[in-house]
């Protein structure tokens, strides 16, 4: 089952990343993504096994099958699998990374700043709790 899922890794305190999560939720009409925060089991699972420090937490992580995508490259091809007007947004793949990712590090920089940041993760609902890892 989690083979077949796209895996978004996320910073469990961010609140921009929690909305981030509530965002696709409600627009998963394919049931394709399975979410992990990045503070948790399963999130510390993948940043060790993609050889990323276990406190990489400012990037957004798309994991399809054995690839990982982060920054503006995982959040482009999320919104291209929820499919709809959210696809055209793919269209910014064609700029070049380090612009998009420039961009992108500055957002997730003043993430706190800009957002606010919670004490603990965001605890899914009952009927949510099954599209999380842990």
């Given amino acids: 089952m989690i083979a077949e899922k796209k895996i978004v890794l996320f910073d469990g305190v961010c609140n921009l990343c929690s909305s981030s999560v509530q965002f696709i ?17 399963a999130g510390q699972e993948y940043l060790k096994k993609f050889n990323l420090p276990a406190d990489a937490f400012n990037s957004f992580m798309l994991v399809e099958g054995d690839k990982l995508y982060t920054r503006s490259s995982g959040a482009l091809r999320m919104l291209k699998y929820l499919g709809g007007g959210w696809k055209l947004f793919y269209a910014f793949i064609i700029v070049p990374k380090f612009i998009r990712d420039g961009v992108y590090n500055i957002i997730a ?22 599209k999380f890892l842990d």
């Fill in 25 to 41: 939720l409600k627009r998963d009409k394919k049931n394709q993504f399975l979410f992990g925060s990045l503070q948790g089991k």
């Fill in 109 to 130: 920089k003043n993430r706190y700043k800009w957002f606010g940041k919670k004490d603990e993760c965001w605890v899914p609902t009952a009927e949510l709790k099954a």
